[in-house]
T-cell receptor, first 115, second 118 residues
Framework: AQSVTQLDSQVPVFEEAPVELRCNYS??????LFWYVQYPNQGLQLLLK??????LVKGINGFEAEFNKSQTSFHLRKPSVHISDTAEYFC?????????????FGKGTLLTVNP | GAVVSQHPSWVICKSGTSVKIECRSL??????MFWYRQFPKQSLMLMAT?????????EQGVEKDKFLINHASLTLSTLTVTSAHPEDSSFYIC??????????????FGPGTRLTVL
């Protein structure tokens, strides 16, 4: 079984400030890790994913995340946020193997960027 | 990019009636589709996985006779909530993906359907 914990349900920041959204996972097998963003009344959009290789993954909109196997973490970061980054962010994990890569989601972190 | 649509985006129905939600992949063939349920301020919970032309695989605790899933073509999957009750009110989201290794597979999500059962 696998699970995802997003430690912060809400993160308020000011525009142009850096931000880190935390994600920890647990799994008994190798995992693939994802960050999705959900804007109001829209579906989820993939920000980035870690499959293998370099532990620092760069995604869209200036976001990046670092896979830390020893700490079972996959925190999302952005050096300078914009108002338009206000959205719900979901961390997800998928275990390797099988033909259907089922995703297990965290509860989400609401990022609110204030002017 | 890959686009997934859902219809309707919002539906209100009376208790005891059935509601059908459609999920379409608009510009790619989706060999696998997933159906999720999202409660307010909660995570997405996977309900079932469906592969084109075969029966859906339901997650533990999901009533397959209540949530009927049909994946009749490579671009369309439907979720029918039968004999809906107020506790079925939720946000239902589908995603679609193409067959391949996980390095290429990405789940593309629809915008969701808000179901309210009175």
């Amino acid at each position: 079984a696998q699970s995802v914990t997003q430690l912060d349900s809400q993160v308020p920041v000011f525009e142009e400030a850096p931000v880190e959204l935390r994600c920890n996972y647990s799994s008994s097998v190798s995992v693939y890790l994802f960050w999705y963003v959900q804007y109001p009344n829209q579906g989820l959009q993939l920000l980035l994913k870690y499959l293998s290789g370099s532990t620092l993954v760069k995604g869209i909109n200036g976001f990046e995340a670092e896979f830390n196997k020893s700490q079972t973490s996959f925190h999302l970061r952005k050096p300078s946020v914009h108002i338009s980054d206000t959205a719900e962010y979901f961390c997800a994990v998928s275990s390797s193997g099988g033909s259907n890569y089922k995703l297990t989601f965290g509860k989400g972190t609401l990022l609110t960027v204030n002017p | 990019g890959a686009v997934v649509s859902q219809h309707p985006s919002w539906v209100i129905c009376k208790s005891g009636t059935s509601v059908k939600i459609e999920c379409r992949s608009l510009d790619f063939q989706a060999t696998t589709m997933f159906w999720y349920r999202q409660f307010p301020k909660q995570s997405l919970m996977l309900m079932a996985t469906s592969n084109e032309g075969s029966k859906a695989t339901y997650e533990q605790g999901v009533e397959k006779d209540k949530f009927l899933i049909n994946h009749a073509s490579l671009t369309l999957s439907t979720l029918t909530v039968t004999s809906a009750h107020p506790e079925d009110s939720s946000f239902y989201i589908c995603s679609a993906t193409t067959r391949g290794s996980v390095s290429t597979d990405t789940q593309y999500f629809g915008p969701g359907t808000r179901l309210t059962v009175l």
